[in-house]
């Protein structure tokens, strides 16, 4: 079963503004990997964050971690056209483990 | 560097039909992945291998079967396709490394359609 969840399904913004998206999930991690998929495409990293980390980002993303309700949001800030895309939190299901599952995505849509 | 490279890109089968699905990659990873993904939902985990000759059920196996017999590929096998395998295949790799914190690549996919 599939325990990322990430909220909302579909969103979409115009071209400068901020998106941003939510991840729960139930279980404890060790880490939180955030994955975009473009259209047609297999899924790039973009960026991880470990348990002990509250924050952290990398360019135009924001990535939080609240460990005591288990999500996690990423946000995009000044979105371009280029950001269009599906994006995929994912984390291994336990310590030591080889799996990594993912939610259902959120569709981000920017309009130039 | 080719990274993950996954054959063939497009694919129609008939019910029953059999077909392997073939991922390579280049970048001595110990772990390979076999996803599937499915419209509107994210990817779900067939099999996978921590190592050459090594494999191991995911979370939705049945119908399929897989072989590590060299480190830099990972083939998935349908013995008898069926209609209900149509999907787009993906493959992933990872380093066996803490430093590498257990980011997979994954490769372009595999569009599959069973008729």
């Known amino acids: 079963s599939q325990q990322g969840e990430e909220d909302p399904q579909a969103l979409s913004i115009q071209e400068g503004e901020n998106a941003t998206m939510n991840c729960s999930y139930k279980?404890?991690?060790?880490?939180l990997q955030w994955y975009r998929q473009n259209s047609g495409r297999g899924l790039v990293h973009l960026i991880l964050i470990r348990s002990n980390e509250r924050e952290k980002h990398s360019g135009r993303l924001r990535v939080t971690l609240d460990t005591s309700k288990k999500s996690s949001s990423l946000l995009i800030t000044a979105s371009r056209a280029a950001d269009t895309a599906s994006y995929f939190c994912?984390?291994?299901?336990?310590?030591?483990?080889?799996?990594?599952?993912f939610g259902k995505g959120t569709k981000l849509s920017v309009i130039p | 560097n080719a990274g993950v490279t996954q054959t063939p890109k497009f694919r129609v089968l008939k019910t029953g039909q059999s077909m392997t699905l073939l991922c390579a990659q280049d970048?001595?990873?110990?772990?390979m992945y076999w996803y599937r993904q499915d419209p509107g939902m994210g990817l779900r985990l067939i099999h996978y291998?921590?190592?050459?000759?090594?494999?191991a059920k995911g979370e939705v196996p049945d119908g399929y079967n897989v072989s590590r017999l060299k480190k830099q590929n990972f083939l998935l096998g349908l013995e008898s396709a069926a209609p209900s395998q149509t999907s787009v295949y993906f493959c992933?790799?990872?380093?066996?490394?803490?430093?590498?914190?257990?980011?997979?690549?994954f490769g372009a996919g595999t569009r599959l359609s069973v008729l």
């Open positions: 279980t404890s991690i060790n880490n």
């Open positions: 994912a984390r291994y299901s336990g310590a030591g483990s080889y799996q990594l599952t």
């Open positions: 970048m001595n990873h110990e772990y």
């Open positions: 992933a790799s990872r380093k066996e490394s803490r430093l590498a914190k257990n980011i997979q690549y």
């Open positions: 291998s921590v190592g050459e000759g090594t494999t």
